[in-house]
């Protein structure tokens, strides 16, 4: 059930014969109240109920355990049907509270400081799937959330279709109702998705793991980068901006005495001195490689650098990093 959007929905009911104006309703009670069962959509008729019940499936997946962070952050290891496990992580800021949630089983691109990608890579998520982690928070904490990010377990542009199938149902103002502006998709750099996404009819974020000034460096934490170096990844950003004039955020992880010095800083300033940005610097979090954290002096230097040279840069906040929910670690200490 939780595959379809709006009009599939109700194309479905169409197909089955079963009043597909009632599509609203059911996305009402689904979205909204947060309901699994159609024996409970009192607004239904009991034979249209009944109907529904032996065709469709709304399909929340099973809570695991959660891990709750001294700063209120919520870590969620879910499992579906098949036996698949995934993370998600509720994170709560003085204006908003956002879903930080995963698009795959696993990752396949073994990033040398993530902890997911050591797990290896098992299937794609189906945007239901997906969009079940968003409502299961909601329902288990009560809570509205407002912001969606897709930066949990998996590479969003290796499973495209299904991420731009749980976009447009969590900004479809009969389901989640969450704006466009408040979903962001991370990328390690797939140069691919990052073009279908310049033509997509959406404003949504566009956010990039960086994480190192040059090709060389880049080539040594994070695999990828041999198959789209730089030079391809920054030109598909540019050609991004030029179709959709929006800013895009670069996600830079300081590991201490690898990319962290000022001459990388200064490289940094050239490799994104023509790129309308943001750039996200990331203190590590613990994930058993061999890097270690930048100290909290260094990291300041290194952001002041890039701000006193154009570059709008900020530390970013940590969150969860106590119950291994921060970037990076998911999927690192399994139950």
């Known amino acids: ?60 997946p099973v ?53 997911t990608g050591k797990s290896g890579f098992a299937r794609n998520l189906t945007s239901g799937e997906m969009l079940a982690q968003i409502l299961g928070m909601e329902k288990t904490e009560n809570e509205r959330i407002g912001n969606v990010v897709f930066m949990g377990m998996g590479e969003p ?49 566009l956010s990039i793991s960086l994480h190192a000034p040059n090709d060389e460096k880049r080539s040594k934490i994070m695999p990828i980068n041999q198959k789209y170096p730089l030079s391809m990844l920054l030109d598909a950003v540019r050609e991004y901006q030029a179709i959709k004039n929006r800013r895009v955020t670069f996600e830079y992880i300081l590991f ?16 994104l001195k023509d790129i309308k940005c943001n750039v996200n610097l990331i203190a590590y979090n613990e994930t058993g490689s061999k890097f270690k954290r930048t100290p909290a002096d260094k990291a300041s230097r290194f952001e002041e650098f890039l701000r006193s040279h154009g570059i709008e840069a ?16 998911l999927r690192r200490r399994m139950p």
Request: glycine letters at 4%; one cysteine or more; charged letters at 30%.
């Open 1 to 60: 059930m939780l595959d379809y959007d709006y009009e599939g929905l109700r194309r479905k009911l169409e197909r089955e014969k079963l009043e597909p104006y009632r599509a609203t309703q059911i996305f009402d009670w689904i979205y909204k109240k947060k309901v699994s069962s159609f024996s409970v959509m009192t607004n239904l008729s009991k034979k249209l109920r009944e109907k529904l019940s032996q065709r469709l499936e709304v399909k929340f």
């Open 63 to 115: 809570l695991v355990t959660t891990a709750r962070s001294k700063d209120g952050t919520v870590k969620f290891l879910w499992k579906y049907d098949d036996g698949s496990t995934v993370e998600s992580v509720l994170l709560r800021y003085s204006d908003r509270t956002s879903a930080c949630i995963s698009s795959q089983v696993g990752c396949a691109l073994g990033c040398e400081f993530c902890a």
């Open 157 to 205: 542009m290796l499973n495209y279709d299904e991420v731009m199938r749980a976009i447009h149902v969590i900004a479809d103002s009969k389901a989640l109702k969450i704006s466009q502006r408040r979903i962001s998709i991370s990328t390690s750099g797939i140069v691919d998705g990052i073009k279908r996404l310049s033509n997509e009819p959406l404003d949504i974020i």
């Open 256 to 271: 201490d005495e690898f990319n962290d010095s000022m001459t990388d800083a200064l490289e940094l300033v050239e490799l």
């Open 314 to 329: 900020v530390i970013r906040a940590e969150k969860g990093s106590d119950i291994d929910a921060a970037c990076g670690q």
